[in-house]
């Protein structure tokens, strides 16, 4: 890994969110997870939760698959699991839904640790979800069609959140526990080396200040 590498790497890493987080309803078009992940990855969304859709989770799209490295997806077999998982996590989830109970998406606040809780392309949020929800909220439609794609709706939510954030300064420090940055960067930059400790059960090699692995500090050496 180049300095600059490393340095591109923990630059993203202190701006992640760890407590801004999305939930995905059975979301399963591949085009549009991949879009999703994308502007998670923008915004700085730290992790995904996703019900599977008919049992499974598209991996196929190569634009997801990538996406996934930098933002880890986690899989659920219902929302229920989804919902419980990221509450006890502390978040308020808010559900992106048309109704006559939902107010305008840019009204509410998210520098609190919020879940946004996005549906399936066709059906939406289901009723099991909705009534899980803390919060509705609705995308403002002016023209004749009543919804937009999931994956601009959830882009649009994210930007609100980060626009929010951002004001209230919420970038400007690392967020991050330090267990869990250092976990990640070394995921990020040594991916082959960071599999191989998880397939064999043992510990990352310390990083050094120029992000180079301490082999000589480390019990496993290759």
Same mark, same amino acid.
């Given at each position: 890994?180049? #300095?600059?590498?490393?340095?591109?790497?923990?630059?993203? @890493?202190?701006?992640?969110? #760890?407590?801004?987080?999305?939930? @995905?309803?059975?979301?399963?078009?591949?085009?549009? $997870? =991949?879009?999703?992940?994308?502007?998670?990855?923008?915004?700085?969304?730290?992790?995904?939760?996703?019900?599977? =859709?008919?049992?499974?989770?598209?991996?196929?799209?190569?634009?997801?698959?990538?996406?996934?490295?930098?933002?880890? +997806? +986690?899989?659920? #077999?219902?929302?229920?699991?989804? $919902?419980?998982?990221?509450?006890?996590?502390?978040?308020?989830?808010?559900?992106?839904?048309?109704?006559? !109970?939902?107010?305008?998406?840019?009204?509410?606040?998210?520098?609190?640790?919020?879940? @946004?809780?996005?549906? !399936?392309? @066709?059906?939406?949020?289901?009723?099991? !979800?909705?009534?899980?929800?803390?919060?509705?909220?609705?995308?403002?439609?002016?023209?004749?069609?009543?919804?937009?794609?999931?994956?601009?709706?959830? !882009?649009?939510?994210?930007?609100?959140?980060?626009?929010?954030?951002? =004001?209230?300064?919420? %970038?400007?420090?690392?967020?991050?526990?330090?267990?869990?940055?250092?976990?990640?960067?070394?995921?990020?930059? %040594?991916?082959? +080396?960071?599999?191989?400790?998880?397939?064999?059960? $043992?510990? %990352?090699? #310390?990083?050094?200040?120029?992000? $180079?692995?301490?082999?000589?500090?480390?019990?496993?050496?290759?």
């Amino acid at each position: 890994m180049t #300095p600059e590498r490393y340095r591109r790497l923990r630059a993203v @890493l202190d701006r992640r969110q #760890p407590d801004l987080l999305v939930v @995905l309803d059975e979301v399963h078009k591949p085009h549009n $997870i =991949a879009a999703i992940l994308r502007s998670c990855d923008a915004v700085g969304v730290a992790e995904v939760h996703a019900v599977k =859709a008919r049992g499974y989770v598209h991996r196929k799209a190569t634009s997801a698959a990538g996406a996934r490295r930098w933002v880890p +997806v +986690v899989e659920h #077999p219902g929302v229920a699991a989804a $919902i419980d998982r990221v509450r006890a996590a502390g978040c308020r989830v808010v559900a992106a839904h048309p109704g006559p !109970a939902s107010v305008d998406f840019r009204t509410l606040d998210y520098t609190g640790p919020t879940a @946004l809780l996005m549906g !399936a392309e @066709l059906p939406g949020v289901s009723p099991a !979800a909705l009534a899980l929800a803390d919060s509705l909220v609705t995308i403002p439609m002016l023209g004749m069609v009543t919804s937009l794609n999931v994956s601009v709706a959830t !882009a649009l939510l994210l930007y609100e959140a980060q626009r929010q954030r951002e =004001a209230a300064g919420l %970038y400007a420090a690392v967020r991050l526990d330090p267990e869990r940055y250092g976990r990640t960067l070394f995921e990020w930059g %040594y991916p082959d +080396v960071a599999a191989h400790c998880r397939a064999h059960g $043992i510990d %990352y090699p #310390p990083l050094d200040a120029e992000g $180079i692995p301490r082999w000589q500090a480390w019990p496993h050496k290759p």
